[in-house]
């Protein structure tokens, strides 16, 4: 894997991206070439794109990426590759910073991939009308609200929305009782965007919405915030917001006994096992924090189980990465449309993207087995290691959401499973 050079703003010095160069190393060496068979010509690999936040408040999703990619390149590169092209990777380091992320596209389309995966949330909207002009497919892990009608035909997403998440948060507060609220997001695009769908929920459920805080990230305190959260004793306190943020805050309610003093109900970002968020919030996590996590498929999943073989042969772990499979489905899914399509120009393929991850067709579970499928004409439905992978008209996809809790180590607990039924019944309510 490669990590390309940053250029700061406002110098021309240059930062170096390369903050995790271990990483970067370990995926380089993980991937693996099919020798060309003798008097065939060696075909050039195909170069896998990735937008991430190497450096900055968020770079923790940087090993979310870089984990699904890796395991995604090893599935495809050890059966066969694409068209007889192995794949490789090539990443540049958006900061989690929308001013950063459109000169690490453009450094990155030097590298001329044929797709892209990323940037997350934070930072898309920022190139999100740069891949059709540039030829190059996107498939981008987040939830950012903003795009549950998007229009784009080069860009798909492969997690659900933070607006079904947000209902996932609400319906897991009332489910167990508890029903005043306060809400603490930071002011990002991102974090706001899950304010409006949770607050129209929670008061569809019953709920009580107290007190709304908006919070400016890079404080040196917000005692003065959390004191106003819990002026009038809600049960919960609903957040989203950037480590450092976090661990400000927490550190402010620990001293004001406010971790114990009510229910907090976080978004994806906090799910990370041994995470920093829950290490921010202290021994109270295995109590009193919970996080919405899109749904990981069970061991019952024959996509999901093959897609854990892969990750414990490359990271020699079955602890997964949250949304390191659908780094992996994206992977995956472009592959096949190229296969389908028989072309790996992003102008053709990106056409049968859909074609080949949307019933009807065979259900197909690897990426092995559906390539079969293809080569005897056969129409195919791509069951995806993080759900069925089937895109909408506005190439989001749907799912439930588990609510996951910690232990006293800091390991992950699931809580209960927020069915996509569940969603659709609070949607109903809504009116």
Request: net charge neutral; glycine share 8%.
């Amino acid at each position: 894997m490669k990590v390309s050079r940053r250029y700061s703003r406002g110098r021309g010095s240059v930062k170096v991206g390369l903050v995790l160069a271990t990483m970067a190393s370990m995926v380089g060496a993980g991937l693996m070439s099919v020798p060309a068979s003798a008097g065939t010509k060696k075909l050039p690999p195909l170069v896998v794109g990735g937008i991430l936040p190497f450096t900055g408040s968020k770079s923790l999703l940087s090993a979310w990426g870089v984990h699904g990619v890796k395991v995604g390149l090893y599935e495809v590169n050890h059966n066969g590759g694409v068209l007889g092209h192995q794949l490789t990777s090539s990443f540049v380091d958006d900061a989690a910073d929308s001013v950063d992320t459109l000169p690490a596209f453009r450094n990155l389309m030097t590298h001329h991939p044929t797709f892209v995966v990323g940037p997350f949330s934070p930072t898309i909207e920022a190139v999100i009308n740069q891949f059709k002009p540039n030829n190059v497919v996107d498939f981008m892990v987040g939830g950012l609200s903003n795009l549950d009608t998007m229009h784009y035909q080069y860009v798909f997403r492969t997690t659900a929305s933070d607006s079904t998440e947000a209902i996932a948060m609400a319906y897991y507060a009332i489910s167990h009782g508890w029903k005043t609220a306060s809400l603490m997001f930071d002011n990002s695009a991102n974090s706001q965007g899950f304010v409006p769908p949770l607050m129209k929920a929670f008061k569809a459920l019953g709920g009580t919405i107290q007190q709304n805080i908006t919070l400016t990230p890079g404080q040196s305190s917000y005692s003065s915030e959390l004191t106003q959260a819990f002026a009038g004793n809600p049960k919960v306190i609903f957040d989203s917001m950037d480590s450092q943020t976090y661990a400000t805050l927490m550190s402010d309610a620990q001293q004001l006994s406010y971790t114990t003093a009510a229910q907090w109900v976080g978004d994806d970002l906090q799910s990370a096992p041994q995470g920093v968020y829950a290490k921010s919030f202290g021994s109270a996590a295995s109590t009193n924090l919970t996080a919405a996590l899109p749904a990981t498929p069970t061991t019952a999943d024959s996509a999901y189980n093959h897609f854990l073989a892969d990750y414990q042969s490359v990271w020699r772990t079955t602890s997964i990465l949250p949304t390191s499979f659908n780094f992996y489905d994206s992977i995956i899914i472009a592959s096949l449309a190229m296969t389908m399509a028989n072309s790996t120009n992003p102008k053709v393929w990106v056409n049968d993207v859909m074609k080949v991850s949307d019933p009807p067709g065979v259900q197909c579970f690897t990426y092995a087995s559906c390539v079969a499928l293809i080569k005897h004409h056969k129409k195919i439905n791509y069951q995806g290691a993080g759900g069925n992978d089937d895109f909408n008209k506005y190439h989001n996809v749907f799912s439930g959401f588990q609510m996951v809790g910690f232990d006293s180590n800091l390991n992950n607990v699931v809580r209960t499973y927020i069915t996509p039924q569940d969603l659709a019944k609070v949607v109903a309510k809504e009116g």
